[in-house]
């Protein structure tokens, strides 16, 4: 186990909708990102936050959104769902601010109705 | 496209072999590598990491090797166990910015009694 916790589990939304999904970060790491996974393929980058402060996105639209508090957890906010929004968001904590050696929760399973 | 892949979608290995996962990237650039696995259901877990100016790593049971020239990076699993039965994911970051891990899309490890 990594002490990275993510909630829910599982999520079923309809499109149109908005999301928040939350994660704890292992004791001590100071660095959260966030993924996601589509079914059959690896993981993608969506942005990390480290300080309170997003310091880097990949390729997702301004409609994902996120927050990083005081005690590091972190939430992952996405509005007007799309059926395509559905996959498995993976969030990742490190003890860097580079977002290496990452260590993963075990997701939210999103699915978009 | 992805500038991280794998050559096989599947491997197959009898229980007790070595198993060796490969994986090609294409940005010269990348300068950090991981490798991770997934179990069903779980987020990925990670195995091992090596930066470019290291060709080969060691860790427990697995070994981790960089060629630069060709842009390929392997994972050896020594004495494969049932447990090992994974799909496992190489990863690759540029530079020590924010800009997140790239995955490719993974190979399925499958452990012949």
């Known amino acids: ?113 | 496209g992805e500038s991280v892949g794998l050559h096989l979608p599947t491997l197959s290995v009898q229980e007790g072999d070595n198993s060796i996962i490969n994986c090609a990237y294409s940005n010269s650039a990348s300068d950090y590598f991981i490798w991770y696995k997934q179990e069903s259901g779980k987020g990925p877990q990670f195995i091992i990491d090596i930066r470019s100016n290291m060709d080969k790593r060691q860790g427990q049971r697995v070994t981790v090797l960089l060629n630069k020239t060709v842009k390929h990076l392997s994972l050896q699993i020594a004495a494969t166990q049932p447990g090992d039965s994974a799909v496992y994911f190489c990863a690759e970051k540029n530079g020590g910015g924010a800009d997140g891990l790239t995955f490719g899309k993974g190979t399925h490890l499958i452990i012949q009694p």
């Open chain 1, 1 to 113: 186990e990594t002490g990275v916790t993510q909630s829910p589990t599982h999520l079923i939304k309809t499109r149109g909708q908005q999301v928040t999904l939350r994660c704890s970060s292992q004791s001590g790491h100071n660095t959260v990102s966030w993924y996601q996974q589509a079914l059959g393929q690896g993981p993608q980058f969506i942005f990390q936050y480290y300080r309170e402060e997003e310091n880097g996105r990949g390729n997702f639209p301004p409609r994902f959104s996120g927050l990083q508090f005081p005690n590091y957890s972190s939430e992952l906010n996405v509005n007007a769902l799309e059926l395509d929004d559905s996959a498995l968001y993976l969030c990742a904590s490190s003890f860097t601010g580079s977002g290496e050696k990452l260590f993963f929760g075990s997701g939210t399973q999103l699915s978009v109705l």
